[in-house]
């Protein structure tokens, strides 16, 4: 079975059918050409598909692209204006927070979604008091950016980044 | 195995389409029920997409209660204000599961719902009851570590894998269903199954039964209550064990007591024995450990997974040493 779906992704619109066993990650890289967010696992555990979804970060592998009809969706490709970098992704080259890189569109997406997260005050496992403010120590950067692994284990160059990224 | 997509515009058009079919299910967040279609363990003729439904509200009860929609994300329930102030328990639940990616996904009902993650159950090669009844159980004899220590069967020994549900156990929590005969109220310890010698089974709903809701009861001013989960990882992990712990001391005794526990059993294990035991008794260490040992009286360890028996009274006489201290 089909269905026609309408996405916007990385501010242009995309009219697209996809069957509907399509994941929204198979949607964007194969039938938009957005292959900005990467196939790691494709089971919801290493985050290299995380893009921003009506403006929040998700994992895209597990989400099927026919249940989001209507929805817009910004990749890591998307976060620049012109060839201005998003500061997020500024940090990521100035911190040297990757090596092979193929984890880095999900984690500048991730640490992006972070990042609005902690400004909203939404708490995390780690955070002391649930109904405070929080303050964005390295451990709410560990804890909140958990969902993305990287096998070359740039994790303490990601952490410097998320937190410059921040300011 | 393709499958018929249909989305439902309300609640009842939702069980309306799932009814009369053998094979199908409802798509919320998909986290679980994607990767599922993908391994091969589910292959619905129909899915029902409920997304859509207006269930994605937090409301507060007249009675000081809330009332939580079945399509509330994770992370939207982790961060409201009032399960911040007042269910600390549950909010820390939800923060100690999946990833924050996972979270803006996933939803209440769907976390209720989501499967064991019993490495046999989800590997097509192995014998597992569970996945196909009368196989047999390869967790039996194999890899166990993350296996029941109470309430399993000779048929499956597997554990529910959800915090949140943990949570909800200790706070007395109702499940709201809708299903083909009309509307009803589960008690959400009742919800799920011990694996007996049905371990396919692990609700007591139907494949047609929708879950439209969550009801909190309100707590009773000076209770305190917290989730402790221990793990492999610091993160991004599922529990070996957590607890769930609601209490409220006056003059050193224990006036109200709620104890559940995860990563124990093939349910949210509510541990009754042990708050009979510590009811109208001093909130004192001594008292804390009595009450989780006549829980553990009916423990029945694996080979792989004897640790959890002492890792579990650890846990549970520190959540409530934790929670008597911050009530003197």
């Not at chain 1, 998700?58 to 817009?72: F, K, N, S």
């Amino acid at each position: 079975m089909d269905g026609d779906i309408e996405l916007r992704v990385d501010g242009r619109r995309r009219r697209l059918r996809v069957d509907t066993r399509t994941t929204l990650l198979d949607a964007l890289r194969d039938g938009v050409g957005a292959t900005a967010p990467k196939k790691g696992c494709d089971h919801g555990q290493c985050g290299a598909c995380t893009v921003l979804l009506d403006g929040r970060r998700v994992i895209t592998c597990l989400a099927l692209a026919v249940a989001h009809d209507g929805a817009e969706v910004v990749t890591a490709a998307g976060l620049a204006r012109g060839d201005r970098l998003h500061p997020v992704q500024e940090a990521f080259l100035e911190r040297d927070a990757l090596q092979c890189g193929f984890c880095t569109p999900g984690q500048v997406c991730s640490a992006v979604g972070v990042l609005d997260e902690v400004a909203a005050g939404h708490p995390s496992a780690v955070t002391a008091d649930l109904t405070g403010p929080v303050e964005l120590t390295d451990d709410e950067i560990r804890e909140r950016m958990s969902g993305n692994l990287c096998r070359c284990g740039a994790y303490v160059t990601i952490v410097d980044a998320v937190r410059d990224g921040a300011r | 195995m393709p499958f018929d997509y249909r989305r439902a515009p309300d609640p009842e058009s939702a069980v309306a389409a799932a009814t009369g079919w053998a094979g199908v299910a409802f798509l919320a967040g998909g986290t679980n029920l994607v990767d599922h279609l993908k391994l091969g363990l589910t292959s619905p003729e129909v899915l029902v997409d409920i997304t859509g439904l207006p269930l994605d509200e937090v409301e507060e009860l007249p009675d000081g209660g809330l009332r939580i929609g079945a399509t509330v994300r994770n992370a939207d329930l982790a961060a409201h204000p009032v399960v911040r102030r007042d269910y600390p328990v549950l909010a820390r639940a939800l923060l100690s599961g999946a990833s924050g990616q996972i979270r803006n996904l996933a939803t209440t009902g769907g976390n209720l719902l989501q499967r064991t993650r019993c490495v046999y159950f989800q590997d097509l090669t192995t014998p597992c009851n569970k996945r196909e009844p009368g196989t047999g159980c390869s967790a039996i004899g194999g890899y166990t570590r993350h296996h029941a220590i109470l309430g399993a069967s000779a048929h499956c020994v597997a554990t529910h894998p959800s915090d949140m549900a943990v949570a909800m156990a200790a706070l007395d929590a109702q499940v709201a269903v809708l299903g083909t005969g009309g509307r009803r109220v589960v008690p959400l310890v009742e919800l799920h199954r011990l694996p007996g010698d049905e371990p396919h089974r692990d609700t007591v709903l139907a494949p047609s039964d929708l879950i439209t809701s969550v009801d909190l009861p309100p707590l009773p001013p000076g209770t305190r209550s917290l989730y402790r989960k221990v793990r492999d990882r610091a993160s991004f992990a599922f529990a070996l064990v957590s607890v769930a712990a609601v209490l409220r001391v006056e003059d050193g005794v224990v006036e109200d007591v709620r104890i559940a526990l995860g990563g124990v059993a093939h349910k949210p294990w509510r541990a009754r024995r042990a708050e009979d035991v510590l009811r109208r008794e001093p909130a004192d260490e001594e008292a804390f450990r009595r009450a989780i040992d006549a829980e553990l009286a009916g423990a029945a360890p694996l080979e792989g997974n004897g640790f959890k028996v002492p890792l579990t009274r650890n846990a549970v006489v520190s959540a409530l040493r934790e929670l008597s201290r911050e009530q003197r």
